[in-house]
Nanobody, 122 residues
Framework: QVQLVDSGGGLVQAGGSLRLSCAAS????????MGWFRQTPGKDRDFVAA????????TYADSVKGRFTISRDNARNRVYLQMNSLKPEDTAVYYC???????????????WGQGTQVTVSS
């Protein structure tokens, strides 16, 4: 497994931007596919974006396509989520996660960060 620490959340106005970061421990980071998920109280944890282990392939939820960009730097054991044109409905706790299988399903991810709060005001 891999240990993950995510950060970068905050309070922004609608239309603003944030960049989330996820730091991974160990030297096996490049063997994991990575994803970002988000969750609001009382709701399921929803898929946001995924990137395969080499960084060549990405997948996005329809709700964030064209606004969010997932990237990774395997040399630094980091994955990022650049969020632009933020909307109030993007408000959630965001989690980075690692999986052995490339997937948009939360139940296929084995290791999770602690979460970072993103709040978008209108």
């Amino acid at each position: 497994q891999v240990q993950l620490v995510d950060s970068g959340g905050g309070l922004v106005q609608a239309g603003g931007s944030l960049r989330l970061s996820c730091a991974a421990s160990g030297r096996t980071f490049s063997s994991y596919h990575m994803g970002w998920f988000r969750q609001t109280p009382g709701k399921d944890r929803d898929f946001v974006a995924a990137i395969n282990k080499s960084g060549v392939t990405t997948t996005y939820a329809d709700s964030v396509k064209g606004r969010f960009t997932i990237s990774r730097d395997n040399a630094r054991n980091r994955v990022y989520l650049q969020m632009n044109s933020l909307k109030p409905e993007d408000t959630a706790v965001y989690y980075c996660a690692a999986a052995r299988i490339y997937s948009a399903s939360a139940n296929t991810y084995n290791d999770w960060g602690q979460g970072t709060q993103v709040t978008v005001s209108s």
